[in-house]
């Protein structure tokens, strides 16, 4: 009864994140008519599925696949191919102009009102910048944080101000010129993050001070319904999982408040490190 029992429990995680996610695109196909929806969420649920089930199945880079089955179809197909921003200036430029299409969506599920349920699982297990940036050498922080934290408020506010300034201008063919601006964000966004990894020894050095999508993510993180939780009974406080925490996340705190809180990706390198299965 008791294998029976964790059986059950080891499918548990990825048939809620299944579900969820085809749940959202029955729903936006049916609402917008369009079968896109369905086969873009039912993808994007599937991947991330199996990338939950091959870390229960205790696979070591079970995240990095779910991370590269959707970060490259989000980069490749949407971006690349369907010439769809995908970044933070296409979420302005089709919410002014009052389209609920593809950057819209995209944020509202992934950023806005998903973290409500998995925090900033986005950053963990779809982010194409993240995806490339993970592979550098520093997986863990050599070096103490940076209080650059405020930067990602100058990056938010400059794409704000951006498309706005389009707007203003009457600039034609905004399309292509939305196209042009993930071609060229997506360049700097690599280029810097990749120097900052080297110079702070951190590859999550960019996800922690120039990300401007942080600022969608950080408050409903907050609220986060999946979030990793500490055992005390079984907790030895060896230490290790803050020392493997690519994010500098205390989870031996399970308060609301704990360290760094709102930077958690759900790695759950933390999980795999301890030593008394207290995580």
Request: proline share 3%; aromatic share 16%; charged share 20%.
């Amino acid at each position: 009864m008791m294998e029976k029992s964790k059986g059950i429990k080891r499918f548990a995680l990825p048939v809620m994140m299944w579900l969820i996610f085809e749940t959202i695109a029955v729903t936006l196909w049916l609402a917008k008519q369009n079968i896109f929806y369905l086969f873009n969420f039912s993808y994007i649920g599937t991947s991330l599925a199996i990338g939950f089930l091959l870390f229960q199945l205790r696979y070591r880079h079970a995240r990095r696949v779910a991370q590269f089955l959707v970060g490259t179809y989000m980069l490749v197909y949407l971006g690349l191919i369907c010439n769809e921003n995908m970044q933070i200036e296409g979420f302005w430029y089709y919410l002014f102009t009052g389209v609920f299409e593809a950057a819209t969506i995209h944020y509202a599920v992934a950023k806005i009102f998903g973290p409500l349920v998995f925090g900033r699982g986005w950053c963990g297990y779809a982010c194409w910048t993240a995806m490339i940036l993970d592979l550098l050498p520093y997986k863990t922080p050599q070096r103490p944080g940076k209080k650059w934290g405020w930067i990602r408020y100058v990056t938010f506010l400059l794409s704000f101000v951006f498309v706005i300034a389009l707007f203003l201008a009457q600039v034609n063919d905004m399309e292509r010129i939305m196209f042009r601006a993930f071609l060229i964000g997506n360049g700097l966004y690599y280029a810097v993050g990749i120097i900052l990894a080297f110079v702070l020894k951190d590859n999550r050095a960019f996800c922690k001070y120039i990300c401007p999508v942080a600022v969608f993510l950080k408050p409903m993180s907050y609220f986060s319904l999946m979030r990793v939780k500490c055992d005390k009974n079984k907790c030895v406080s060896c230490g290790k999982c803050k020392k493997v925490c690519p994010m500098g996340v205390d989870v031996t705190d399970n308060s609301r408040k704990r360290k760094n809180g709102t930077e958690c990706i759900l790695c759950y390198e933390c999980v795999k490190a301890c030593p008394k299965d207290a995580l």
